[in-house]
């Protein structure tokens, strides 16, 4: 069964642009959720879907936005980067919370 | 809030016993994680443990909570060069659709 994939694997952007990245679930997962990684704060969720529904939000300006599509695969949008947006994005999948969720690579996003 | 805490480093000996100690603050956890993560990598997910237990073993790891103190600890026997990484533990509370994670520890395996 393939894992979670992630694309891209890395990204450099311009202060002010917007990004999207984009998760493609294990097979059968209709969790999608997405984290961000920075070495300063750690891990924080930032939002987590189900079945094209936004269940669960994390403490993040509007500028973070996602969406899952009928298939699953999941998208989250940055709009107007800024500096500390830089981070490792990662995305996980779960058939049930419980089970523990299945992280992918990440994206590396680097704002300059 | 939840809160979950990890000290920053484990240094050990290739052969000896890991032990990563984890605290949590959320009495509602229902279910606790460790997931390891290597450089450059995503993480994986090592165990689980339902708050109802107190152990439990797989192959070299032992998962151990302490309910009443909220303390979550995992231990890798026999430690390995490859068992150098950053691990998180992470905890999922009553009724929540996310994980909270550590801070993370990092473990270095001396040869």
């Known amino acids: 069964k393939a894992g979670v994939t992630q694309t891209p694997r890395y990204l450099i952007k311009t202060r002010g642009q917007q990004v999207t990245l984009s998760c493609s679930p294990i097979?059968?997962?209709?969790?999608v959720s997405w984290y961000q990684q920075t070495p300063g704060q750690g891990l924080q969720f930032l939002f987590e879907?189900?079945?094209?529904?936004?269940?669960n939000k994390g403490n993040f300006p509007g500028r973070f936005s996602g969406r899952q599509f009928s298939n699953s695969r999941s998208e989250m949008n940055v709009s107007t980067l800024e500096l500390g947006d830089s981070a490792l994005y990662l995305c996980?999948?779960?058939?049930?919370?419980?089970?523990?969720?299945?992280f992918g690579q990440g994206t590396r996003l680097t704002v300059v | 809030g939840e809160d979950v805490e990890q000290s920053l480093f484990l240094s050990v000996r290739e052969g000896d016993s890991s032990v990563i100690n984890c605290t949590y603050t959320?009495?509602?956890?229902?279910?606790l994680y460790w997931y390891k993560q290597e450089p450059g990598a995503g993480l994986q997910l090592l165990t689980y443990?339902?708050?109802?237990?107190d152990m439990k073993q797989d192959q070299r790891l032992t998962v151990l909570l302490n309910k009443k103190d909220k303390h979550l600890s995992l231990r890798i026997a026999d430690t390995q060069t490859g068992d150098s990484a950053i691990y998180f533990c992470?905890?999922?509370?009553?009724?929540?659709?996310?994980?909270?994670f550590g801070t993370g520890t990092r473990l270095t395996v001396i040869p």
């Open positions: 996980a999948s779960s058939l049930a919370i419980r089970s523990g969720a299945f």
């Open positions: 097979s059968g997962h209709r969790s």
């Open positions: 879907y189900f079945s094209e529904t936004q269940r």
């Open positions: 959320d009495s509602s956890s229902t279910y």
């Open positions: 443990i339902f708050s109802n237990m």
């Open positions: 992470a905890e999922l509370g009553t009724g929540a659709n996310n994980l909270f």
